[in-house]
């Protein structure tokens, strides 16, 4: 009779499962980053290399990149898995579906919400961000990517079993990044004003809260209807 | 015997049958009910004190407005119908209210865009509400997207039900937007719990407006979802049998 592992103990190795597999596929791990710094390139070159106007852009291109970034790496969260069968074990494992995935998607905000966050700040100078927004970008792209991991995971989930599920996955994920979106690059823009920031933060750290609390849930649901169709 | 009718929604043909009678009455009664409403609030109602009569749109952008968020409750409680109790006729209706739902919402947006253009010198601002209709307007829309991408209609209902259920977030943020943000859009008039600020020589043309959307939704959605019967049941004895009548 196997023992039952205990839930810490698959939590822990699940995130291990995870950072191991992204550590041998290395590449992976540069692709956002690599569209983020490519992006930033493209703005001034087809907008205006213009430093004011770049400054005044800077905080709102920085975000809706960096949310462009993680949508793209959404489309491989569950697919590799789906691919060759370990996402129906994860379904059919006697741990609790949501906790298993609340850790797939913590490691994915690892592996991609915080690099493109600590890039964030080397490309706002590329971008002529002004001096007051690098420490609220870095903690609003910290907590924000967090909910954009969570919510674009919904959307993986729901698509997974599809050819093509890339594009139709942004579509239906968009608009629930509205609010994120709304809120970061506002803190950004605020405290580039000097207007305080606390009311945007508090919101996107709700955000983060309510969608932890309640994406796992969907996600789950999501993963067991795309594994059995 | 209380819950009998709702068990009797498990079968797509008791409820083709029993719609076959009201059609024609809702019909009938919706439409002549837009029809007496526009005409009241077009010709017989006052023109706005500061407005003038641009502001007669009225009569058909807060009914659109109304019913594209009513239609999305109406889709999403369908979809978590179909999903706890695996009721096929439920997805059929949730899929037949999602086209529904977003010309709805582009109509409400368009006749906003007719409206705001003379009072507020623009077709279109970012304001809080109507980018929470935009953002209304692409939820319906990746309802619709995400219906036709599987070829397995069961995986697309079910999954069509998920995604519409966590957009009911949606619904609130659109109706509370006027009152959390700064914003040209004109808070609410119509009010359930005290008087509205509204005069009655216009409310009671926009309330008589906005019942005769509902019954014409509900018309609307009969029509669509006895199509969607039709199709999906298109290999049984009774639908051959109606489609052999001609």
């Known amino acids: 009779m196997v023992e039952t592992p205990s839930l810490r103990r698959a939590i822990w190795q699940s995130l291990r499962r995870e950072l191991l597999l992204s550590y041998r596929h290395k590449g992976d791990l540069a692709n956002p980053l690599i569209f983020f710094l490519m992006v930033v390139v493209f703005t001034p070159l087809g907008i205006s290399e213009e430093p004011a106007m770049l400054a005044r852009i800077a905080p709102g291109m920085l975000w809706v990149i960096a949310l462009l970034a993680t949508l793209l790496s959404l489309d491989g969260l569950f697919r590799s898995d789906f691919d060759d069968g370990s996402l129906e074990q994860m379904v059919l494992s006697p741990q609790p579906l949501a906790c298993l995935v609340l850790t797939k998607v913590f490691a994915h905000w690892l592996l991609t919400g915080v690099p493109l966050t600590l890039l964030a700040p080397l490309l706002g100078v590329m971008l002529q961000l002004p001096a007051g927004g690098y420490g609220v970008l870095v903690m609003t792209l910290l907590i924000g990517t967090g909910s954009l991991s969570l919510i674009g995971a919904i959307g993986a989930a729901l698509t997974v079993g599809l050819r093509k599920g890339g594009l139709l996955l942004s579509l239906i994920i968009m608009p629930f990044y509205v609010p994120v979106l709304i809120f970061g690059s506002g803190a950004v823009k605020n405290a580039i004003g000097g207007f305080p920031v606390n009311a945007e933060l508090a919101i996107l750290c709700a955000m983060l809260l309510g969608w932890s609390v309640l994406a796992p849930f969907a996600i789950a649901g999501a993963l067991k209807i795309s594994v059995r169709a | ?246």
């Open chain 2, 1 to 246: 015997m209380a819950w009998q009718w709702f068990h009797r929604l498990g079968s797509p043909k008791w409820f083709y049958e029993k719609t076959a009678a009201w059609l024609p009455w809702l019909g009938f009664i919706s439409v002549t009910l837009i029809l007496a409403g526009s005409i009241w609030g077009l010709a017989f109602g006052p023109a706005e004190a500061k407005q003038g009569n641009s502001a007669r749109i009225i009569y058909i952008h807060v009914p659109t407005a109304v019913l594209a968020m009513a239609g999305y409750y109406v889709m999403a409680i369908s979809g978590a119908i179909g999903l706890i109790w695996r009721m096929k006729l439920s997805f059929m209706v949730m899929k037949a209210a999602a086209p529904i739902g977003a010309v709805l919402t582009f109509l409400a947006l368009f006749t906003g865009a007719v409206w705001g253009k003379p009072t507020w010198g623009a077709w279109w601002v970012w304001d809080g509400r109507i980018t929470s209709m935009v953002v209304l307007f692409l939820l319906y829309l990746g309802i619709v997207a995400l219906q036709g991408a599987y070829h397995n209609q069961d995986t697309a209902d079910k999954v069509s039900s998920v995604l519409a259920l966590v957009g009911m977030v949606n619904i609130p943020i659109i109706y509370k937007s006027v009152d959390w943000w700064y914003t040209l859009h004109q808070p609410a008039t119509l009010k359930l719990t005290q008087k509205s600020s509204i005069d009655p020589s216009m409310g009671y043309p926009l309330l008589l407006m906005i019942l005769a959307f509902y019954l014409f939704y509900a018309w609307v959605l009969l029509l669509r979802t006895r199509v969607e019967i039709l199709r999906r049941e298109q290999k049984t004895n009774w639908v051959q049998d109606i489609v052999a009548k001609g």
